[in-house]
């Protein structure tokens, strides 16, 4: 009799251990796992479209960054951002952050010409 | 007797267990469903904005010409050039009908309220407006910045539904 009750009360731990298992394990499997990177990449392509195309990435380009940290600045608060552009011979001619350096990122390119030279504009996102 | 309570409790027990996994089953899917629910509406958005921000639409002079002929418009855009916004795409975008621009955003149900501002982190100017904030279960933002005539604005589209 005590047998018996002893080998119930292991198989119910036992039931209950791999029940609480298979739910958790399901539960983890149809948990939702958003994926942000479009929408990091099409932040990254607008940030860098937008300082092109206002001209503020040229002002920086010959020394008035004023414009374009104003841009920057005015983006999503929970994004960080890295702007830098390369010249023709892939040497940094600028590199403006809004945070410190990415462990993990997100990044869009952009060809830019500006007073004849040719650039290459990289936006490298990610959460803050 | 001894055998037969060992038997009810274990009859017992496994009812419960194999109710509680319908349960965990059910709601796991359910869960699911509302993922891609979720996920399709949020994507949708995100294509809508991209459509607005870098693509004039099609036919290119949808916005042009005298009485606005729907049949003719397969996609809505507003830039004349990747994330260059167009006043005259603009003008005409939000004189037109609010239901028949949400049957042309590809919206179905969903009620929208769309903005273009400048100066969105300071004073805000809101310089287009169409559709108005709604109070719904869900909503779903999609901001996208372009530049108009030089300066950088901020295009935000909201959608609005209420959850089945």
């Not at chain 1, 999503?76 to 011979?89: A, G, H, K, Q, Y």
């Not at chain 2, 559709?131 to 300066?151: H, I, M, N, Q």
Request: with cysteine; glycine share 8%.
């Amino acid at each position: 009799m005590k047998k018996g009750i002893v080998f119930t009360v292991d198989v119910i731990l036992a039931m209950i251990i791999a029940t609480a298992s298979i739910v958790a394990i399901m539960y983890y499997v149809s948990t939702p796992q958003l994926d942000t990177d479009k929408r990091l990449y099409l932040h990254g392509c607008d940030v860098l479209a937008v300082a092109d195309l206002t001209g503020d990435l040229g002002d920086a380009l010959g020394g008035d960054d004023t414009g374009l940290t104003a841009l920057l600045e005015s983006t999503d608060e929970n994004v960080c951002i890295n702007l830098e552009v390369f010249n023709s011979t892939g040497d940094e001619v600028l590199d403006k952050a809004t945070c410190g350096a990415p462990t993990d990122y997100v990044q869009c390119k952009r060809s830019i010409v500006d007073d004849g030279d040719y650039y290459t504009g990289r936006a490298r996102v990610w959460y803050r | 007797m001894v055998f037969t309570l060992d038997m009810i409790v274990s009859v017992v027990f496994f009812m419960a267990i194999v109710l509680t996994m319908l349960w965990v089953w059910t709601a796991s899917y359910m869960h699911m469903e509302q993922y891609n629910d979720l996920s399709a509406r949020s994507s949708r958005l995100d294509d809508i904005g991209t459509m607005l921000v870098t693509t004039g639409g099609s036919p290119s002079d949808w916005h042009q010409g005298g009485p606005f002929n729907a049949d003719r418009i397969l996609a809505l855009g507003l830039a004349r050039g990747g994330n260059e916004l167009d006043p005259e795409r603009l003008d005409r975008f939000v004189s037109l009908d609010y239901e028949l621009l949400r049957r042309l955003l590809g919206l179905g149900s969903e009620d929208f309220h769309f903005t273009v501002t400048r100066d969105w982190e300071g004073t805000p100017d809101i310089l287009y407006e169409k559709g108005s904030a709604k109070a719904t279960s869900e909503v779903y933002v999609v901001r996208r910045f372009a530049a108009l005539d030089g300066e950088a604005v901020e295009l935000r589209l909201a959608a609005y539904y209420d959850k089945r």
